[in-house]
């Protein structure tokens, strides 16, 4: 088999990790939807996310 074919997916998307940098660097989600040009919903929407994969992991 080839190496590409046991490279796992990401635990997080590119979006939902700069998300939570930005989380963990105690912004708010209005902050961090005005420095990732997008809306708090679509903040949300990707915390949301990114912890429903988590769990699914568990």
């Given amino acids: 088999m080839k ?8 635990l ?3 979006r939902e ?3 939570f940098e930005l989380l963990v660097q105690d912004k708010t989600t209005k902050e ?3 420095e990732l ?3 708090e919903k679509t903040v949300r ?3 949301s996310n990114a912890m ?3 769990c ?3």
């Fill in 52 to 54: 429903r994969s988590n």
């Fill in 32 to 34: 961090i939807a005005s």
């Fill in 12 to 14: 997080l998307t590119k």
């Fill in 45 to 47: 929407n990707h915390i």
């Fill in 56 to 58: 699914k992991l568990e």
């Fill in 17 to 19: 990790r700069e998300v």
């Fill in 3 to 10: 190496e590409k074919e046991f490279q796992s997916k990401p």
């Fill in 37 to 39: 040009f997008i809306s």
